[in-house]
């Protein structure tokens, strides 16, 4: 069964999501903004979090006058997801960090070896 949750409430566990992260890392999260969305792509309406940009790990001396990439979370995923509160911190913060690790070129096989999945 999915919990509900207002926006302004899944906001406040997402900023205390990124709040966990290392500030050395965020430090490094360069040219980068994270994003709520309500809904997940049509083609991936089960999607928890997207990461849109360039990889750290691939920005060489052409990189420069781009858009910033964006680490989307998306709320009704997540929601429909979890059954408490509880499970929808647990939920964003693997996400959030998820998808943090793609900015700096962690792909999901060593994501789930991480328990990050």
């Known amino acids: 069964m999915a919990i509900e949750m207002d926006a302004d409430t899944f906001e406040a566990h997402v900023r205390d999501a990124i709040a966990t992260v290392p500030a050395e890392l965020m430090?490094?999260?360069d040219?980068?903004?994270i994003v709520i969305e309500d809904d997940a792509p049509a083609d991936d309406p089960d999607l928890l979090g997207l990461y849109e940009g360039v990889p750290?790990?691939?920005r060489d001396s052409?990189?420069?006058?781009v858009l910033p990439d964006r680490i989307i979370i998306f709320r009704n995923p997540t929601l429909a997801l979890c059954d408490t509160t509880e499970d929808v911190v647990e939920?964003?913060?693997i996400t959030?960090?998820?998808e943090i690790a793609h900015f700096f070129g962690i792909d999901d096989?060593?994501?789930?070896?991480?328990?990050y999945a």
């Open 27 to 29: 430090d490094l999260l």
């Open 31 to 33: 040219n980068c903004v």
């Open 56 to 58: 750290l790990t691939e």
């Open 62 to 65: 052409w990189y420069g006058g």
């Open 91 to 93: 939920e964003v913060h």
């Open 96 to 98: 959030v960090v998820h």
């Open 109 to 115: 096989d060593r994501l789930h070896a991480l328990g």
